[in-house]
């Protein structure tokens, strides 16, 4: 206790004070109550995001995708900028959990090249990271095509996982299982670190990145049901680890299920998951579709999981990526609120959209 004590004293104290930062249920309330555009503009000039997006909120019809870089730019930057005080025991995990920033990259271009976003766009939506990895971003840009900038992947391993997946690609003609096949290339990643962690280092990352994993096993099931997909090419999606909390057994008993009520039903009754289970319960009793608002729910679960690692002393390293997973969480809402506004749309509309810290 008094070595975790030593090592995490000072990221501790410094992670608890950007937290008492995040916007409170009472901003979001007043930010969302916001009469147009320009009242909301007023707003935000009372706060540090003002200065982030900067000249883009003073314009008639500001840049979205400018926007949403800068954002996420600035949390990028925030990220890198707090690793100092990291201690040197647990650099090799944190590294792995902030390579997301680059696969994230390739995801952008991945998208653009297949037509999901305009290619045009995805230039707007990189961000920028190490000078290495910048040089890579680039050689990737400028691929022709999917097989180009699979080719072009220097790390073999992750070559491997998305060549693996090409003919599923092409034969479904969507990017779902390029962009799955990037995620458990990274979650595999940081699960080989997350072994080398020790004590309450280890308990605390495997419950929350555990709960991520089974979160994101379950949402690939349900939305392969809503596309119609067969389990057979489904199994070989899922991100099958020791820190999933949900069993390979329980996995194909899920994806055996008949229709999305039985897959509900099981969830609630066999998982952790009951609240995320009973919230896609109340979709089907109101006659919304099964995974309408599927994001906001198992964010809020997750959310609740990083709040609890705030509690008591939190000398542990999983301290780090609870709060920027907070801080994440803070970036979209605020872009849900200014989307909203340009767009015209209620206050009670918007909020309904918002996850609260």
Same mark, same amino acid.
């Given at each position: 206790?008094?070595?975790?004590?030593?090592?995490?004293?000072?990221?501790?104290?410094?992670?608890?004070? !950007?937290?008492?930062? @995040? $916007?409170? *249920?009472?901003?979001?309330?007043? &930010?969302? =109550?916001?009469?147009?555009?320009?009242? /909301? %503009?007023?707003?935000?000039?009372?706060?540090?995001?003002?200065?982030?997006?900067?000249?883009?909120?003073?314009?008639?019809?500001?840049?979205?995708?400018?926007?949403?870089?800068?954002?996420?730019?600035?949390?990028?930057?925030?990220?890198?900028?707090?690793?100092?005080?990291?201690?040197?025991?647990?650099?090799?995990?944190?590294?792995?959990?902030?390579?997301?920033?680059?696969?994230?990259?390739?995801?952008?271009?991945?998208?653009?090249?297949?037509?999901?976003?305009?290619?045009?766009?995805?230039?707007?939506?990189?961000?920028?990271?190490?000078?290495?990895?910048?040089? !890579?971003?680039?050689? @990737? $840009?400028? *691929?022709?095509?999917?097989?180009? &900038?699979? =080719?072009?992947?220097?790390?073999?391993? /992750? %070559?491997?996982?998305?060549?693996?997946?090409?003919?599923?690609?092409?034969?479904?003609?969507?990017?779902?299982?390029?962009?799955?096949?990037?995620?458990?290339?990274?979650?595999?990643?940081?699960?080989?670190?997350?072994?080398?962690?020790?004590?309450?280092?280890?308990?605390?990352?495997?419950?929350?990145?555990?709960?991520?994993?089974?979160?994101?096993?379950?949402?690939?099931?349900?939305?392969?049901?809503?596309?119609?997909?067969?389990?057979?090419?489904?199994?070989?999606?899922?991100?099958?680890?020791?820190?999933?909390?949900?069993?390979?057994?329980?996995?194909?008993?899920?994806?055996?299920?008949?229709?999305?009520?039985?897959?509900?039903?099981?969830?609630?009754?066999?998982?952790?998951?009951?609240? /995320?289970?009973?919230?896609?319960?109340?979709?089907?009793?109101?006659?919304?579709?099964?995974?309408?608002?599927?994001?906001?729910?198992?964010?809020?679960?997750?959310?609740?999981?990083?709040?609890?690692?705030?509690?008591?002393?939190?000398?542990?390293?999983?301290?780090?990526?609870?709060?920027?997973?907070?801080?994440?969480?803070?970036?979209?809402?605020?872009?849900?609120?200014?989307?909203?506004?340009?767009?015209?749309?209620?206050?009670?509309?918007?909020?309904?959209?918002?996850?609260?810290?």
């Amino acid at each position: 206790m008094f070595k975790n004590a030593r090592d995490y004293g000072p990221l501790n104290v410094y992670m608890r004070s !950007q937290r008492t930062m @995040l $916007f409170s *249920a009472g901003t979001y309330n007043l &930010l969302a =109550s916001a009469t147009d555009l320009n009242n /909301l %503009r007023q707003m935000l000039a009372q706060t540090n995001y003002h200065e982030i997006i900067g000249s883009e909120m003073v314009k008639d019809y500001p840049n979205l995708i400018e926007i949403d870089r800068r954002l996420t730019q600035n949390f990028v930057d925030q990220f890198n900028s707090f690793r100092k005080f990291v201690p040197p025991r647990s650099q090799q995990f944190i590294t792995a959990f902030g390579s997301r920033f680059f696969l994230n990259n390739i995801k952008v271009i991945l998208s653009g090249l297949y037509g999901a976003n305009r290619f045009e766009d995805a230039r707007g939506m990189l961000i920028s990271l190490s000078e290495e990895e910048n040089r !890579q971003t680039e050689s @990737l $840009f400028a *691929a022709k095509d999917v097989p180009a &900038l699979i =080719s072009r992947l220097e790390n073999p391993a /992750l %070559r491997s996982a998305l060549e693996k997946v090409i003919g599923e690609y092409r034969y479904l003609d969507i990017v779902y299982p390029l962009i799955i096949a990037i995620d458990q290339f990274y979650y595999n990643s940081l699960c080989n670190t997350m072994q080398s962690l020790k004590g309450v280092d280890y308990r605390s990352a495997k419950r929350f990145f555990g709960a991520q994993i089974g979160i994101q096993n379950l949402e690939i099931i349900l939305r392969s049901k809503a596309f119609g997909i067969q389990p057979a090419m489904v199994k070989k999606w899922l991100i099958y680890t020791q820190f999933c909390p949900l069993s390979q057994q329980l996995l194909e008993r899920f994806l055996a299920a008949q229709d999305f009520e039985e897959t509900f039903k099981l969830i609630k009754e066999e998982t952790a998951f009951k609240d /995320l289970a009973n919230r896609l319960i109340t979709n089907l009793e109101t006659g919304l579709t099964p995974l309408a608002n599927f994001d906001l729910y198992a964010d809020q679960h997750i959310v609740h999981i990083a709040n609890s690692i705030f509690r008591g002393a939190s000398f542990n390293i999983t301290i780090y990526p609870a709060f920027f997973f907070l801080k994440e969480i803070e970036i979209r809402n605020l872009r849900t609120i200014i989307l909203g506004k340009i767009h015209d749309k209620a206050s009670e509309e918007i909020l309904d959209k918002i996850i609260l810290l």
